[in-house]
Nanobody
Framework: QVQLVESGGGSVQAGGSLRLSCAVSGYTYSTYSMGWFRQAPGKEREGVAAISSRGSTNYADSVKGRFTISKDNAKNTLYLQMNSLKPEDSAMYYC???????????????????WGQGTQVLVSS
């Protein structure tokens, strides 16, 4: 059974940093495309970053230059390093996996099959 478990969320002041982690199990992690998404109250879930099985990355314009997606295949863990955080980055953050890896760059919710339960990020001004 595929499982994704996020951690690392919390409260931080604007300008600060957080690193989110997503521990994955139940499948051949290294062959999947992975992504980070976020959802603020009253808003739709949106894609933040994606990473291919080979490590290519894609970012939403709103986080380019501030966020970095990476993965450690040996540890079966996906990361999201978030720097220069802004209040508008506050949201529940989710990791997701796409076993087909057909569109690794996708930041669309519909492209991903497996989802974690989320970790909350709150950025205060």
């Amino acid at each position: 059974q595929v499982q994704l478990v996020e951690s690392g969320g919390g409260s931080v002041q604007a300008g600060g940093s957080l690193r989110l982690s997503c521990a994955v199990s139940g499948y051949t992690y290294s062959t999947y495309s992975m992504g980070w998404f976020r959802q603020a109250p009253g808003k739709e879930r949106e894609g933040v970053a994606a990473i291919s099985s080979r490590g290519s990355t894609n970012y939403a314009d709103s986080v380019k230059g501030r966020f970095t997606i990476s993965k450690d295949n040996a540890k079966n863990t996906l990361y999201l390093q978030m720097n220069s955080l802004k209040p508008e980055d506050s949201a529940m953050y989710y990791c997701a996996a796409d076993p087909t890896a057909r569109a690794w760059w996708s930041l669309l919710v519909a492209s991903y099959t497996y989802w974690g339960q989320g970790t909350q990020v709150l950025v205060s001004s």
